[in-house]
């Protein structure tokens, strides 16, 4: 983190949930307080195919781009929906990622060098935690400041 403690870099992790949602908002309200660059990471399973030639499986550029078609689209959807115009875009930046989604998150925060990462309280696939599980090993490891949002019920 930067020693002026000023929020200069931002990453937002989503997954399209609820709270995620809420976190992408939150976020996009700091950079714009803040003038921060901004890294919104989505991280999915790895996509991969079987390659009979070399007898093992190895991502395709296809699936990989029409994942970030996919992500880019909807992330469009959210922008439009919350009205954050006033933003500037040229500072938001978008990442797909495919792994274990916490350690992508810490990857991503520690090679941008970001002095916040804004997610989600609880993903899309835990409802019985206060915490998403995803959220606690970001929390327990993240280099920065984590900012953890719950969406309004």
Same mark, same amino acid.
């Given at each position: 983190?930067?020693?002026?403690?000023?929020?200069?870099?931002?990453?937002?992790? !989503?997954?399209?949930?609820?709270?995620?949602?809420?976190?992408?908002?939150?976020?996009?309200?700091?950079?714009?307080?803040? =003038?921060?660059?901004?890294?919104?990471?989505?991280?999915? =399973?790895?996509?991969?195919?079987?390659?009979?030639?070399?007898?093992?499986?190895?991502?395709?550029? =296809?699936? !990989?781009?029409?994942?970030?078609?996919?992500?880019?689209?909807?992330?469009?959807?959210?922008?439009?929906?919350?009205?954050?115009?006033?933003?500037?875009?040229?500072?938001?930046?978008?990442?797909?990622?495919?792994?274990?989604?916490?350690?992508?998150?810490?990857?991503?925060?520690?090679?941008?060098?970001?002095?916040?990462?804004?997610?989600?309280?609880?993903?899309?696939?835990?409802?019985?935690?206060?915490?998403?599980?995803?959220?606690?090993?970001?929390?327990?490891?993240?280099?920065?400041?984590?900012?953890?949002?719950?969406?309004?019920?």
């Amino acid at each position: 983190m930067n020693p002026s403690n000023k929020i200069q870099r931002i990453l937002i992790a !989503i997954d399209f949930s609820d709270n995620a949602r809420a976190a992408f908002y939150t976020a996009l309200d700091l950079a714009k307080r803040f =003038e921060a660059q901004t890294w919104v990471l989505h991280v999915s =399973e790895p996509i991969r195919s079987f390659d009979f030639g070399k007898k093992k499986y190895v991502e395709t550029k =296809e699936a !990989i781009e029409r994942v970030e078609a996919g992500v880019n689209k909807r992330i469009d959807d959210l922008w439009a929906a919350g009205g954050e115009q006033a933003i500037d875009r040229r500072k938001v930046h978008m990442i797909v990622r495919g792994g274990p989604a916490h350690q992508e998150i810490i990857d991503t925060a520690i090679a941008k060098e970001v002095d916040l990462i804004v997610l989600g309280a609880k993903g899309a696939s835990d409802t019985t935690a206060l915490i998403g599980g995803t959220a606690e090993r970001v929390l327990r490891n993240a280099p920065c400041s984590v900012h953890c949002v719950r969406a309004r019920e």
